[in-house]
């Protein structure tokens, strides 16, 4: 598959995901908006991922090609193609389908224990009913409509939801390895003042090892978007 990245931000990268792609044989793109926000052509694209940034979904105003951005990712999802977001590429894919982007409850950075939510038939990716994911967030999105919820939280109701059958929007990081998280610490300290859902530097380190059961889960995800395969499942 020709896998194509969106990345607005040089601190929110892949992580896990783009080397377990090069692995299994996929051709790798980007579109790097803060350097040139130059969009591909939707034939060249088999499936698209949309990381995280700074910026909201709603700030077409600062970013002008926002706008652009989020009606290529219309016409990929009306082409039926795998689409992945992650954090603001979640919201980004909200925020193409008309559903409000604002802001969170709460300021959620560090990591948290979320909830999957049970699910019927193949055809749903299945989280697991508890796992811990890295969070960096202040906005969260509405549902859009006909999505369905696959994963809630104390903090923000709304972390992850399923469009058909391979559109999927996650507001929290499972592809995140500890270099990443070192360096997006390093990159954002003065954000990280602790309070019950901020966590400091030296709480997110020492937490590191969650990284590996992120991963595993990112790598179930993305073997259900790019297989087709409805039974892969992370859950029970």
Wanted: charged share 15%.
């Amino acid at each position: 598959m020709k896998i194509h990245f969106f990345q607005h931000d040089p601190v929110d990268g892949p992580g896990f995901i783009d080397s377990w792609l090069v692995s299994q044989g996929h051709e790798i793109y980007w579109t790097k908006f803060f350097t040139s926000p130059q969009l591909p052509n939707t034939q060249d694209v088999d499936m698209l991922i949309i990381l995280g940034g700074p910026m909201s979904a709603n700030d077409e105003k600062t970013f002008p090609w926002l706008k652009e951005e989020k009606s290529f990712i219309q016409r990929i999802m009306e082409q039926g193609k795998p689409v992945l977001g992650i954090c603001l590429g979640a919201q980004l894919i909200a925020s193409s389908l008309g559903a409000r982007v604002h802001g969170s409850p709460v300021k959620e950075i560090g990591w948290f224990p979320l909830q999957g939510l049970p699910v019927e038939g193949n055809r749903f990716f299945s989280f697991p009913p508890s796992f811990f994911a890295f969070q960096w967030h202040e906005e969260t999105f509405e549902l859009p409509s006909g999505s369905t919820l696959l994963a809630t939280s104390q903090a923000c109701k709304n972390q992850a939801f399923q469009l058909g059958e391979n559109v999927i929007g996650l507001q929290f990081h499972l592809e995140v390895t500890p270099k990443d998280i070192k360096a997006m610490t390093d990159y954002c300290l003065s954000e990280l003042i602790p309070s019950p859902y901020v966590q400091s530097q030296e709480d997110i380190l020492s937490q590191e090892h969650y990284c590996a059961g992120a991963n595993r889960i990112m790598e179930q995800l993305l073997l259900f978007l790019t297989s087709g395969n409805s039974k892969i499942r992370a859950g029970p």
